[in-house]
């Protein structure tokens, strides 16, 4: 593989791992508040299918990320109604939705576009395009340092540069503001919080709508930048996989950019290596490299992370006492 190929699967890379480093986010703010949510998958699908049909019907990229950000918030707030107001079992919770979305994406796609569950093809105003950075183009020749800086760092969507900063406004806003330090006290100790006067309610609420809003943005990604529409479960399993990361970077903004490129590496290899030929072993299936990335994520969960503590009073509905 010649340096332009690596450069190329780098850059593939990036793409894929964005809609997991959003996830992941949006995980890490709802678990540091002692709310567990793996309804991360369900959230991505709807803000993919809400982005999707509203930059078909409206031909806006802006509107249909606004659409898919609030279809993933108005689930994001049936899950804290269940696990935070009724108290309910927040893993139940999060099945739940998951099955709600993958059936009523299913189900409004037939409704609404009688094209097997898909969105009409987005026209170009209806999706995020491309961003060149300026002089990509003259330095594209220039030995290594072309390739870097027109491929690699110019030529993305607006979205892929929005994921990259969250992952530093996140580590601000979790260790250096008010905010962050309360987030982080509810999950451990939601009693203490409550003794200094501070509503656990309504900032548990908070992390979970902000869950909402990174999913939609996760899922929004999927429909109007990387793809030009909707197809029927096109998140594949991703938000369980930026759950896996978020795991496996034990609740950490940077240690999550490092896992989601990870996994995005893992995923562009196998696409990359589809079809291809290795020595002694041939035509490798074209189904073993697709579920290679999943493969290798139970293999690094199951033996490199070491112990991951996730936060004391996470899962546990919190009681007010009188």
Known sequence: MDFHSVILVLDSSVRLSVPLILAALAGLYSERSGIFDIGLEGKMLAGAFAAGAAGALAGSAIAGLAAGILASVGLALVHAYASITQRGNQIVSGVAINFLAAGLTAFL???????????PQLPASGRFQSLTWPGAE?????????????????????????????????????????????????????AAVDTAGISVVWLRYRAVIICGVFCGIAGSYLSIAQSAGFVRDMTAGKGFIALAALIFAKWRPWPVLGACLLFGLLDAVAIRLQGASLPGIGEVPVQFMQALPYVLTVILLAGFIGRAVPPKAGGIPYVKER
């Open 109 to 119: 796609g037939y409704a609404w576009f009688s094209r097997g569950g898909q969105t």
């Open 138 to 190: 003259v330095v594209r020749d220039v030995p290594v340092v072309g390739p870097i800086y027109a491929e690699l760092i110019s030529g993305h969507n607006i979205l892929v540069y929005l994921a990259i900063l969250a992952v530093p406004f996140t580590w601000w806003v979790v260790y250096r503001t008010r905010f962050g330090l309360r987030l982080r006290a509810v999950g451990e100790n939601p």
